[in-house]
Nanobody, 116 residues
Framework: QVQLVESGGGLVQPGGSLRLSCTVSGARVSINSMAWYRQAPGKQRELVASITPGRSTNYADLVKGRFTISRDNVKNTLSLQMNNLKPEDTAVYYC??????????WGQGTQVTVSS
């Protein structure tokens, strides 16, 4: 059974930083693509960043230069370093694990609130 558990969310002032983590059990983060998504109130869930087994990364235009996705194969975790946070980054952030054969797996989400 694959399980994903996000952590690291919280309340931060504009311009601040947070680091999200996604701990994966029942699967290896090194062998499949993984991604971070977010969903703000009243909006659809959107891709924030993704990483392939070969460590190729992709970012949404809104977060390029501010967010960094990374993977720790030893700890079996996925991370998202978020710098220079803006109020519009406020959302629930989700970790996604995408094996080549469905289903895909999601974590329960972690709330990030950027406010002064």
């Amino acid at each position: 059974q694959v399980q994903l558990v996000e952590s690291g969310g919280g309340l931060v002032q504009p311009g601040g930083s947070l680091r999200l983590s996604c701990t994966v059990s029942g699967a290896r983060v090194s062998i499949n693509s993984m991604a971070w998504y977010r969903q703000a109130p009243g909006k659809q869930r959107e891709l924030v960043a993704s990483i392939t087994p070969g460590r190729s990364t992709n970012y949404a235009d809104l977060v390029k230069g501010r967010f960094t996705i990374s993977r720790d194969n030893v700890k079996n975790t996925l991370s998202l370093q978020m710098n220079n946070l803006k109020p519009e980054d406020t959302a629930v952030y989700y970790c996604k694990y995408s094996p080549p054969v469905p289903p895909v797996y999601w974590g329960q989400g972690t709330q990030v609130t950027v406010s002064s």
